[in-house]
């Protein structure tokens, strides 16, 4: 399985890739400007950039072998898609309840501002080509890859 | 070669889907004395607050069956197992027989020896069945005594007094939600609930129910009476286990299982609600009632009855809950037992509180109050059981983050799968 890898010596914390990551999940994917400013409330970025100078990375959904998301589920909103093998969440089946916020070690899962209590969730940009924080990263700091560092 | 599982819910659906990773031809049997399409129990509350309908609480899609090729006899009761003929007899004397048999027949209401606390107008809510007959009485004028202020009484709680029905919640604990929460973290649910009108008689037990011509009179340990339109009994969840009482296989409070959620006998799993297995930050064995012990447990047993070497670690008590917008996530032990444990939180304000608890250096429980987010890396944290002496204030911040573990444990869970 794939993964998205954060590389901390070139992650500057521009948090470009949560920018581009609000804004694909939008209602305008291809266009930043309106993404930001004509969405009623901008989608809540499904990758966090941590920092504590001079340390920073991004950080989002493992698309764990053995998810402990979706073990914890309480609707079976979260499943594995079996084409690509990424973990995905259901947006109309999730009640929002937050149990697999608390099951997550990773902390990969977030709350949903934009849509009334679901769970928002790297899904690898599924229908977009590559991941929007990968391609958008200015420093190649994040990398797609198996088995990374 | 033929794989029973009884039980429909988190539990039989993790063996389901399990067994088929290993082995896609042998016949898979549910049976279920519940008529229903596997749903989820926790989302019965989302029922009586009319914000899902039956079709909306299903656990898995309608194909789920068919996908994973298995048979149902639903709403068909096992009366009993013949282990050493291995098999299933029905309540419609038909025989069941089996190679490997999954029990994960969950939970049933403790039913307290209240007097009179049975018959009509007296509900439960652990079964879909149970909050369908409750939105039928909760009619917006009513009133209902709810015993019992842990997660089923408070959500069933908070459901009545959505549908308008006045409540009133009796618990002989002094506090709420016992299981999952401190006192200074119950104080604040309480007060949430005081506010939209919910009352309480907590440090009191119920007696007795009496008939008071349409309506019920509830009397309370402490002497005081308590008049409503019906009464709830949500005082907790047992193992429902009648199936193996009278057998060889080994019980104590739950059905024993072992690593492998095999229980005493050979072929014979259990898992959820019904199994006991070890907690791993109680040192003992327990029953943890919750869904994502269920379906791992069911998971694991169903490895191992497809012939695999899975291995259930063991477990502890993770609850995420909410009433009226007030979110919380709990785990493990959030009271300090003794004094070999230290508590360290936050100051509580009305909305707000962070705790954590500590032995010999390590997480082994925490409670977060509107402060939900990221809270998995203490999970993990509570998981992995290494020192975390130095982050104790971060610990009980809002804003914990990766970047606050040491750069060992940080650079693990950026790889992922670190933390099994």
């Known amino acids: ?149 | 070669m033929q794989y029973v599982i009884v039980g429909n819910s988190a539990a039989a659906i993790g063996a389901v889907e399990s067994i088929r990773n290993y082995d896609t031809e042998n016949p898979i049997l549910v049976i279920s004395d519940e008529p229903y399409h596997t749903y989820s129990r926790p989302l019965i509350s989302y029922y009586l607050t009319g914000l899902r309908d039956e079709e909306s609480i299903m656990y898995r899609p309608k194909n789920f069956y068919d996908r994973y090729k298995v048979e149902t006899m639903l709403g068909r009761r096992v009366e009993a197992v013949v282990t050493e003929k291995k098999q299933l007899k029905l309540d419609n004397q038909e025989i069941i027989s089996y190679n490997k048999l999954l029990i994960a027949t969950g939970g049933k209401p403790f039913l307290p020896p209240i007097e009179g606390a049975t018959g009509p107008d007296i509900y439960n809510f652990i079964k879909l069945d149970d909050a369908k007959d409750l939105k039928e009485v909760a009619q917006p004028g009513k009133s209902a005594v709810v015993i019992g202020g842990g997660l089923i009484g408070l959500k069933v709680a908070e459901g009545l007094l959505k549908n308008e029905v006045a409540v009133t919640v009796v618990d002989l604990a002094p506090q709420l939600l016992n299981s999952i929460l401190d006192a200074a973290g119950a104080g604040i649910v309480k007060k949430c609930l005081e506010k939209k009108g919910m009352e309480f008689h907590l440090g009191t037990t119920a007696k007795t129910i009496q008939n008071f011509g349409e309506r019920k009179i509830v009397g309370l340990a402490d002497g005081k009476e308590v008049v409503a339109d019906f009464v709830v009994v949500a005082v907790g969840v047992v193992p429902n286990k009648h199936l193996v009482e009278d057998t060889d296989i080994k019980v104590n409070r739950g059905i024993v299982t072992d690593h492998a959620m095999g229980t005493s006998v050979e072929g014979i799993f259990a898992a959820g609600d019904v199994a006991e297995n070890y907690d791993v930050l109680f040192g003992q064995n327990r029953v943890i009632p919750i869904l994502p012990n269920a379906y791992e447990q069911g998971q694991v047993a169903g490895a191992n009855m497809a012939g695999q070497k899975s291995v259930y670690p063991g477990g502890f008590a993770k609850n995420a809950i909410g009433f009226f917008g007030l979110s919380m996530v709990t785990a493990g032990i959030t009271t300090a037992p003794d004094e070999t444990f230290q508590e360290y939180s936050s100051q509580p304000t009305e909305d707000r509180y962070l705790k954590v608890v500590i032995k010999e250096g390590k997480l082994v429980g925490f409670v977060r109050i509107n402060a939900v987010d990221r809270s998995g890396i203490l999970t993990g944290l509570l998981m992995q059981q290494k020192d975390v002496t130095d982050l104790i204030p971060q610990l009980i911040s809002e804003e914990i983050g990766l970047i606050d573990l040491p750069q060992d444990l940080r650079k693990a869970r950026l790889k992922g799968d670190a933390v099994q």
């Open chain 1, 1 to 149: 399985m794939k993964k998205i890898y954060a590389q901390e010596k070139y992650c500057i914390g521009c948090r470009l890739c949560e920018v581009y990551c609000s804004a694909v999940h939008s209602e305008y994917p291809n266009d930043l400007v309106k993404a930001f400013n004509r969405s009623k409330i901008v989608p809540t970025p499904r990758v966090k950039v941590e920092e504590d100078r001079p340390l920073s990375f991004a950080m989002q959904c493992r698309h764990c072998d053995e998810p402990h998301c979706l073990k914890a589920c309480i609707t079976g909103a979260m499943y594995r898609d079996e084409e690509s093998g990424a973990i995905l969440n259901d947006a109309e089946r999730c009640v929002g309840c937050w149990t697999c916020i608390v099951a997550c070690p990773y902390g990969g899962i977030f709350r949903d501002e934009s849509k009334s209590k679901v769970v928002a969730k790297c899904d690898y940009c599924l229908d977009q080509g590559d991941p929007a924080c990968v391609k958008n990263c200015p420093n190649g700091a994040l990398k797609i890859e198996e088995g990374g560092e």
